[in-house]
């Protein structure tokens, strides 16, 4: 049985066409797709080895390698989700995913070994865990929570041969977990299928081609890493994963890409402002860059059309759409919008259908402002394990007079514009972006307000130019507590991604509140005067 | 091994203000803070500006390289070179 609409079958396909062509070229290294075929058919094989069912999830807790994509091609293959964990991310974020979705399985590296024991506390899901970085099949390898490691050298031994893999289209293939307002990360479902109308979409759309040289700047926690793996192994084209000793400096990045002369790169907007501000990208050479697509945040119109006018001869889409639709809207950009008018989010990608409601769920006249709801064969399966969660965001309403079906609620407010395209007005909730990231600030709230010196805690997102936002969190601490900001951002770094750390801390012997007795966080926000450009 | 005054500077600002969340006390300034992924963009920009304002220098932005931030000693190194300029 080879389901044909499977994840992994671009790899196999590809590697059928031409098997010595260059699958993933990484510092120096090139696998090709023969071996990138060979090698995550003995992962596979080694995941059944080792318990390891159709149905299954196996987390991914290492650096950006070729090794690491060996892995979540050979946890597919095997039928199980990959769930990819911030490599940034403390020890025990990791373990409570882990747990959440009881992993059958683990793929770190050596040096994590003692805080993932330290983590585990003696109690883990796993049946097993392997060493990406273990090139010794006979090393003596950590124990974490009582089980061994197996190395990677290991995998030599099973065989290579095409796996026979016993997953369908509408199994899950990943599970990416998202900040959870109520303190808790969410693990978002989706199917291989949800994945594929999207990343064959794209590979017709953008034309892609083997010719093409693909940047790959995302982490694989980070949806936007699927187009880059998944478009580019449709037409066995070569992806260059970002080098984690170079990914933090802009600089670095853009004289890589520029000089390995990369077609296509797929970015959020912090990323790329930050190349144009302080990456030097106006003295490189761009001639080779083809497309060029962002998503993830609203671009800053001024920077858009600095990146315009270095790269006049390259193709410009706005890609939109939350972790749980994936894209779902997208927009040709021919020129950036003129002075403040807010770029589009354009319309729904062929897959889906945007609507735009209000809180009676009816379409709002044109012109109106309601709120984004998508439907279509992108939309996620659920969040792992939270079906109340699940339901509320996932409903059965009436899109057309006596149809209905399922629809995400996607809590963004959006108007639909004279021609038809949909602009983007910001959020319902609390729910904010700091350089691409999405971040819910109940959850970083919640974290401050488990401290015992902390009384009551908000958490504003100050606008900035480049990173769209920056985190402060505004503290009242308890009566003759002694707390400092560092030991603040402390605690909320043994458990959240440092993305979600705030940079600052206030302390305040009150917070201003609304008549009605809320937190009045405007008035917080507007305390903070936004940062000008660098 | 003595460090130099930059070098302490730096160790100083690293281990309270951008590590503070792991124990780094014993950081040399010769190990790699790159090869763990110490220091992510956010890290970075926070050192340049602590490097500037600690320094009264201005690094350029073609500067900052990760051979340049490859350890304690290497940020030392271009501070001292950017600061002779």
């Known amino acids: 049985m080879n389901v044909h609409r499977l994840l992994p079958r671009l790899v196999t396909l590809s590697a059928e066409r031409h098997a010595g062509a260059p699958a993933i070229v990484m510092d120096g290294v090139t696998l090709d797709y023969g071996t990138l075929e060979q090698r995550s058919n003995r992962f596979a094989r080694s995941l059944v080895a080792h318990g390891v069912r159709r149905g299954d999830r196996v987390a991914l807790w290492l650096p950006k390698s070729p090794d690491a994509i060996v892995a979540l091609y050979g946890i597919m293959k095997a039928g199980a989700a990959y769930v990819p964990v911030d490599p940034a991310s403390p020890a025990v974020r990791l373990a409570y995913i882990a747990h959440d979705c009881e992993v059958a399985g683990l793929v770190t590296t050596r040096d994590r070994a003692a805080s993932l024991d330290e983590a585990f506390a003696g109690r883990a899901p796993m049946r097993a865990l392997w060493f990406a970085d273990e090139t010794d099949p006979r090393a003596e390898l950590p124990r974490v929570a009582g089980l061994p490691g197996v190395p990677w050298a290991a995998l030599s031994a099973e065989e290579s041969r095409a796996f026979d893999s016993p997953a369908l289209e509408d199994d899950l293939a990943y599970i990416l977990y998202t900040s959870g307002s109520t303190g808790e990360p969410k693990g978002v479902m989706l199917s291989h299928r949800n994945c594929r109308v999207f990343t064959d979409w794209a590979a017709e759309t953008f034309a892609l081609t083997e010719r093409d040289r693909v940047a790959n700047q995302a982490p694989f926690h980070f949806d936007l890493s699927t187009f880059d793996l998944f478009s580019t192994a449709a037409v066995g084209a070569a992806l260059h994963p970002v080098s984690p000793r170079i990914a933090a400096f802009p600089a670095a990045v853009a004289a890589r890409w520029a000089q390995e002369q990369l077609s296509v790169w797929y970015c959020t907007p912090s990323s790329l402002v930050l190349m144009l501000t302080r990456g030097g990208l106006d003295k490189l050479d761009l001639s080779a860059l083809r497309l060029l697509l962002f998503a993830g945040e609203v671009f800053p119109n001024k920077y858009l059309r600095q990146l315009m006018a270095l790269a006049p001869h390259a193709r410009f889409a706005n890609l939109f759409g939350p972790t749980e639709t994936n894209v779902c809207t997208w927009l040709e950009v021919k020129h950036a919008p003129d002075g403040d008018t807010p770029l589009s989010i354009g319309r729904a990608c062929p897959y889906d259908e945007a609507l735009v409601l209000d809180d009676a769920l009816r379409p709002v006249p044109a012109g109106g402002v309601g709120e984004l709801w998508v439907r279509g064969a992108s939309v996620m399966h659920g969040y792992w394990g939270k079906p109340e969660r699940s339901a509320l965001a996932l409903q059965t309403i009436d899109i057309a007079p006596g149809i209905r079906d399922r629809a995400y609620r996607t809590g963004d407010l959006a108007r639909v514009l004279p021609d038809g395209n949909l602009e983007f007005l910001g959020r319902r909730d609390h729910q904010v972006k700091t350089r691409g990231y999405r971040v819910e600030l109940g959850e970083v709230e919640t974290r401050l307000a488990a401290h015992l010196g902390v009384d009551e805690a908000v958490v504003i997102a100050v606008p900035d130019e480049e990173i769209t936002n920056r985190l402060k969190a505004v503290v009242v601490c308890r009566a003759g507590a002694e707390v400092t900001a560092d030991e603040l951002r402390q605690h909320c770094a043994r458990t959240l991604p440092r993305y979600m750390v705030p940079e600052t801390v206030e302390f305040r012997k009150e917070l201003p509140r609304t008549s009605s007795g809320k937190v009045d966080r405007r008035a917080l926000l507007a305390s903070n005067t936004p940062k000008g450009a660098r | ?85």
């Not at chain 2, 460090?3 to 100083?12: D, G, R, V």
């Not at chain 2, 300034?29 to 600690?54: P, Y």
């Not at chain 2, 220098?57 to 190194?77: C, G, M, N, Y």
Request: glycine fraction near 4%.
């Open chain 2, 1 to 85: 091994m003595s460090l130099s005054p930059t070098e302490t500077a730096i160790h100083q600002f690293l281990v309270e203000d951008v590590f503070y969340d792991r124990d780094l006390s014993s950081l040399g300034v010769d190990d790699s803070l790159l090869a763990k992924g110490l220091l992510d963009s956010m890290a970075i920009l926070k050192t340049v500006t602590f490097c500037e304002e600690q320094f009264g220098i201005t690094i350029p932005d073609q500067e900052v390289l990760p051979d340049h931030f490859e350890s304690i000693r290497a940020i030392a190194k271009l501070v001292e070179r950017v600061r002779g300029k």
